[in-house]
Each structure stands twice: as C-alpha cells, then as structure tokens.
C-alpha cells in the first residue's frame, strides 16, 4: 500500500469518448504528478501540481486537461484520444517538488483506446 | 540533452548476485533515483544517491559516479519475487523533474 490510489484500474475508451481518470493521496504531500509509460519507453513526466498550482505542462496535447481540486486529488481528463494515447497512466506524489523528494507512485490506469 | 541508458532485459538465477547499470548525460546533474516496478503494479522507491559511493539497504545496493555519469544497483541473494523491471531516474538541477530510463526486466530462474 503506497498511499496514492488510483481508479479506474483498467479503461477502453472509444476516439469520440470523454473520460476521467482518478488519483488521491493520503501522505499529507503538496506536489502530484501524471506521467505516461508506454511500452518499451521511458516514463514521461505530463503534468507537476505544486500546492494545488500546476507548474509544469510538458508539451502534452490540449486532449489531456488536469485539475487539481485540492492538494490530496487530481484528475486527468481525456477527450477524443488516439490510439496512440493507449498507455499506463502513472500518478505520484511527493512532499514538494523540488529537491530529494521522494516520490510515490499509485498503480496506475492502463488505457486502451480503440 | 539528456538521457538515461540501462540494459533492456537480465536474467539471473535464485540466490545469485545481479548488478544493473545506468549511464546518464544531463546539463544538470541533483540525485539519481532507483525504483522496483512489479508487472502491473506501481514502481516502488528503493534507493537515492546524490554524492559518490555505495548507498546500501540490505540486500540492495546503489552505487553513483557523477564524474563518470554512471551508477549501478546491487541485488545479493537473488529471490524470484525480484523478478520485476528496475528504473533508473535522474533528477535533473535545473527543472528539478526526474528523467527515467527505460527500465531493465530482470528475470529470476530457480
């Protein structure tokens, strides 16, 4: 148990779809993350919330929009994916953003777009 | 730039001794970060260097080299439920994010 839950676990969504995805804390952190883990690639840092404010946004399309409610949730919504966009969707957490703050990982969304 | 390189796939056998290596090149170099990832399940923090050495946690151990951009992680007395993919993550000085590699699939025969 890492503290950071995630749902759904799995999601198939259509191109034309709207969904969201889920992350909540419960570590007490001020900074969450999203990231992306694609096969055979490296992990890609999507979204940084600190303190609620999002201080990063690295180059994802405008099909991917966070909301940070409050410093324990954040969401990912999704509208009109490609197929591409099928991946492991990774949120995390950490006491701050900045340096050695180790981070703890939920255990994802695996999303399939048809 | 930046990038992180470690083998795609190891294989070991139970009991045995396994070293997983990471080279690095980034403009700004402020700790490396290894963590577990079990199939299908969150990766899981096991180690954090920031200056040279051997950083050693019980069967695990990581080792850093900043003037070499390189840094290894150490599992002793193998057991299959280590059979998982090992990253290796970079925080890098000057955007504070942490770049990771592509993880190393180590696989644990009895």
């Known amino acids: 148990e890492t503290g950071v839950t995630q749902t759904p676990r799995h999601l198939v969504m259509g191109m034309t779809n709207k969904k969201s995805l889920k992350c909540e804390q419960h570590l007490g952190h001020n900074a969450m993350y999203w990231y992306k883990q694609s096969a055979k690639k490296p992990l890609e840092l999507m979204f940084v919330?600190?303190?609620?404010?999002?201080?990063e946004n690295n180059s994802v399309p405008s099909r991917f929009s966070p909301e940070c409610p409050n410093s324990s949730h954040l969401f990912l919504h999704l509208h009109t994916l490609q197929p591409e966009d099928s991946a492991l969707y990774l949120c995390?957490?950490?006491?701050?953003?900045?340096?050695?703050?180790?981070?703890?990982f939920g255990p994802g969304t695996r999303l399939t777009v048809l | 730039g930046q990038n992180i390189d470690q083998p795609t796939e190891m294989t070991a056998t139970e009991g045995a001794i396994v070293q997983i290596n990471c080279t690095y090149q980034?403009?700004?170099?402020?700790?490396l970060f290894w963590y577990q990832q079990h199939a299908g399940e969150a990766p899981t923090f096991l180690s954090y260097n920031v200056l040279d050495g051997l950083e050693e946690k019980g069967r695990f151990s990581s080792f850093l080299s900043r003037s070499k951009g390189y840094s290894y992680l150490l599992l002793k007395e193998l057991q299959m439920k280590d059979s998982a993919s090992y990253l290796c993550a970079v925080r890098d000085r000057n955007t504070d994010k942490l770049i990771f590699g592509t993880g190393t699939r180590l696989q644990v025969f009895p």
């Open positions: 980034t403009s700004g170099f402020n700790g």
């Open positions: 995390a957490s950490s006491e701050g953003s900045g340096e050695y703050n180790e981070q703890f």
């Open positions: 919330y600190s303190l609620e404010e999002r201080v």
